[in-house]
């Protein structure tokens, strides 16, 4: 994963959207913050190491407020188990030098998906932009597809893979 954020650290502004299968929290740094706090796990370690890399940092993760309520946010999961408990498991990830300010954040628990089956709710991070963004020229998003590659990959999708 860190080799696809590299070429573009330090050169724009990201952000990731991260279903990282990881816990994280008990381990504060400047990256991942207390806030809803889990016992962090392999998984969570080796997301830490990757927004270190990346130079990135989870909102959700730190005390913000919570939508327009102002309040902190009372719940936290994005992803229900078999048994029906939610866990955070997703993320929104921003680089430090990202030009909005995040204000608030939140888990959006009756978003439509269109879906039978509820087992992941979204995250929400809202962003306060300084009107000095926009004197800047027009803000440009791309959107990278997300890829994984099968088990025993043949040479057509290592090619595809390297073309996303």
């Known amino acids: 994963m860190s080799a696809l954020v590299q ?12 279903d ?12 991942i913050g207390g806030c809803k706090s889990d016992v962090e796990s392999p998984t969570g370690a080796l997301l830490h190491t990757f927004l270190a890399q990346a130079g990135l940092w989870l909102p959700s993760t ?6 327009d309520a102002g309040t902190l946010c ?28 995040a204000t608030s954040h939140f888990v959006w628990p009756d978003f439509d998906r269109g ?8 995250v ?15 803000l440009e998003f791309q959107r990278h597809r997300s890829c994984k590659l099968p088990q025993s990959p043949t ?10």
């Open 155 to 164: 040479q057509s999708h290592l090619d595809a893979f390297d073309q996303a």
């Open 62 to 67: 730190f005390h913000l407020t919570c939508g």
């Open 124 to 138: 929400v991070v809202t962003l306060d932009f300084p009107l000095s963004t926009f004197a800047l020229g027009k």
């Open 74 to 101: 009372p719940d936290s999961g994005t992803w229900k188990d078999h048994a029906g408990g939610w866990h955070r498991l997703d993320f929104v990830g921003l680089s430090f030098g990202f030009p909005g300010l």
């Open 115 to 122: 879906i039978v089956l509820e087992d992941h709710r979204p």
């Open 20 to 31: 990282a299968n990881a816990r994280v929290g008990s381990i504060q740094t400047s990256h």
């Open 7 to 18: 070429p573009h650290r330090g050169a724009a502004p990201l952000m990731v959207l991260i």
